[in-house]
């Protein structure tokens, strides 16, 4: 109450004694010219001194309550509204309005300053807009982020392209008040500039187009792996904003990648692999040709002391021989009839393993395939997915696989080729 009766003693000051201190110089022997510009300068300082004190009083009252409600609250919001400069922002409304209303006594008989104070004074009246709603839409961007749900969205994309408008609608609005040309005339002429505004916002309107496909089209969120090999980018999208998508490498390096090009390049978001049930293992071996023969009995006998496909080929040599013997196959050559091959079983023998390993995911694909021969040799890949999408787990999980793989070559007799493995 009592600040409220010191304001309103200042406009009486100001609404009543502007012409005594006029009359007061005058008795000094001032001129009335000189007196009339002392009389302003004198209130001006005045009006500095009196918003500057208003201003620091509103601003501690302000900030204080807001903290005090924050320190009950349960909600992070009001901590945010704070830590983003919103009472700050918000305590400058007051000496405005007072500066608003005062200019007018200030500079009365002066009213070229009187216009072009009151003209300032509108800007920066849209500027202190801007602020405010600057500094609510990052509560409310940090605010969003906290929630589980939001975690992974362009959040930063969205504040952006309202921010972006409102500047331009601030900037617009600024420059009608300085030239006094009616707002809505204003735009009419902006129309005739377009093509130079598109010119200079050409990355900012692909960025804010590439931001609403992005979002919409779900393509990328924050937190996905993502592969650009066109910017040398291999890691996880640490943050998506109207201009840039920020990539951290794994070697901790931080790549930056225009919004647009994720439209218009192609680029590779493993979220697919992340949300699935594994992570793809697609790796080949090379076989020497020359080594891929037909098994005598003596072989056969002998591999059937692997375990893991002993009743496979138990099973399997019943079945051959019931055929050669109904077909009275002439078995003097091995190629005549049907035959077990020593890459044959080695291929059966990797499939059992992949299935019974431990590290596998069954209920995805698991195959063990034989590709096109090439110069290389045989290709033998095997196809599978782990059950831990850890890239290190993983990566123990194929090469322990690929070791045991190797170390069973030459129990079929077969050999490696020089072109060892490949992905």
Partial sequence: MLFLNTLSAI?????????????YLMQLGVSRDVANYLRMILLLIGLLVIIFIVDLIIRKLLIGAFTQFAKKSKTRFDDLLISNGVP????????????????????????????????????????????????????LKAFLKTLPRLKDKPIDSYIQVFMIFAWLGGLMSAIAIVTEIPFLKFLTGLGAISAVILLVFKDTILGFVASIQVSINDMVRIGDWITFDKYGADGDVTEITLATVKVQNFDKTITT????ALISDSFKNWRGMTNAGGRRIKRA??????????????????????????????????????????????????????????????????????????GIN??????????????????????????????????????????????????????????????
């Fill in 257 to 260: 990648i225009p919004t647009y």
């Fill in 362 to 423: 069954k209920d995805m694909t698991i195959m063990v395939r034989q590709l096109a021969p090439t110069v290389q040799g045989l290709p033998i890949e095997v196809y599978a997915f782990s059950n831990d999408k850890r890239w290190s787990n993983y990566e123990y999980i194929m090469a322990d696989i690929f070791d045991h793989i190797l170390s069973a070559v030459p129990y079929f007799h077969l050999e490696i080729s020089e072109f060892n493995l490949i992905h």
């Fill in 11 to 23: 406009g009486q000051f100001y609404k009543l004694r502007p012409n005594t201190i006029v009359k």
């Fill in 88 to 139: 700050r922002n918000v305590a400058h409304i007051v000496p405005l309005l007072i500066a608003i209303e005062f200019v007018p006594d200030v500079f009365s008989g002066f009213t070229n300053f009187e216009i072009i104070i009151e003209k300032l004074l509108k800007v920066f009246a849209i500027v202190l807009t801007l602020w405010i709603a600057r500094s609510l839409l990052n509560t």
């Fill in 285 to 358: 071996l090379f076989i020497k040709q020359h080594s891929i023969k037909c098994l005598t009995d003596t072989e056969i006998e002998a591999l059937k002391q692997i375990e893991r496909i002993a009743n496979y080929i138990t099973t399997k040599q019943t079945d051959i021989n019931k055929y050669n013997t109904t077909h009275n196959t002439n078995k003097a050559l091995p190629i005549n009839g049907r035959n077990l091959t020593n890459i044959g079983l080695f291929r059966k023998y990797i499939q059992t393993y992949i299935e019974q390993h431990s």
